[in-house]
Every structure is written in structure tokens, then in C-alpha cells.
């Protein structure tokens, strides 16, 4: 059983690793290194395309895996599980070319990419609860930097020309930041997976109850 679970950590962590790897794959391929001049999911147009639906999938699939591995109470796995459907659906629906992105199935991808990037760090940030309190902490400065680059990016959606690069280069720019800061919230994730410990959390929740009745 040990063993079980264990496999679950290392496909967790692999995922982890593999999502960087694919990160700086894509942008080769691409011919386009960090900071980026295109939005990310301009990747997935073309016969490479595929690169970019792997990434994304493999990426969001370890905080599942992780916790498949380290099962919390509350809103942790429900977040996840959604968080990674909606990375499922922005993969395999594809958004347009160029700009804007007004078809049917620009607006599905933009909409699942939304739910996963709003999801998925905040399903983590509920498992992270359950780990060293300095792990929560740093999830949450994290997550908060996250929140400021997303405003950042809708402002620059809305015309503004938030980092001196023009609108559609600060909006490029903005939307490639917030994928690395959640990637490194996954990759802090993973490292301190054996940290998370429910039973002890609640264990040290009820010590004042238990010592008041003796």
C-alpha cells in the first residue's frame, strides 16, 4: 500500500518536472522565448501544437496526482479536479489565430483557461493549509503576486498599456508571468508534499478542546 501511494508523489513530482521541461519545448519550437510577443495559447495553433496541449495537461495534472497522494479535507480536491478539467478543455479546444479571438471556440478556450488558472492555485493554496505553516504562507504570498499579475492582464486586455510594450504585448507579457508563477506554486507544491498531514492539523485543532475537559 505504502508503495501505492509513494508512485502517486513521484508521478505527481514527474509531472512537476516535466511541465518545465515542455514549458521552455514550447517556446522553442515557437521561436519564442520568455517574455513572450504572443499569447501562450497561440502556441497550440499549428502542427506543433500538440506540444502545447501536453504541456498544459501534464502541468495541471500533478497537483491532482499530489493530491491523490496526500488527500486533504475541504475545497482542495474539488478545485483541483475542476481547475484540471477546465486545462483538459482549453488543450483540446484551440483558439484562433492572430487577434482578436471572437469564434465560438476562442471563447470556449478563453473561458476554460480562466477556470483553470483561477482554480488550480486555489485548490492548492487549500491543500497547502494542511502543510508547515510557512509552506501556507508562501503559497499565499505567491497566489497573491498571481492576483496582481491577473489584474494586470485584464487591464491590458482592456486596452492599457500596463508594462510599456503596447496593449497586446503587455497582455502577452502579463498572461506568460502568471504561467510561471503557477508553475512555481506547483513545483513548491510538490516539494513539500510530505509536509501536508491532515490528521496532525486536526489533532493540534483539538488539543484545547481535549485539555479543557480534563
Known sequence: MMV???????????CTVVGWVLWVVVQVVNHDPFPPEISLSQYGIGAAGWLFSVWVVVLAAGPLLLLRYRPVPGPARALVLVGFLGTVVMAVVRTDEGAP????????HMAAAVVALVLLPLGILAALGYARRRWF???LAIVAVGAVVGVLILLAAAGLDTAGLG???SWALWQGTL???EMVLVTVY???IE????GSVRGVMGTPV???LQ
Open 101 to 108: 479571438q471572437m469564434t465560438v471556440h476562442a471563447k470556449v
Open 195 to 198: 509536509t501536508i498531514d491532515p
Open 137 to 139: 504562507r508562501l503559497g
Open 210 to 212: 481535549k485539555s479543557a
Open 179 to 181: 504561467i510561471v508563477i
Open 167 to 169: 496593449p497586446a504585448r
Open 4 to 14: 501505492g501511494m509513494d508512485g502517486w508523489r513521484i508521478a505527481g513530482r514527474c
Open 190 to 192: 510538490a516539494a513539500v
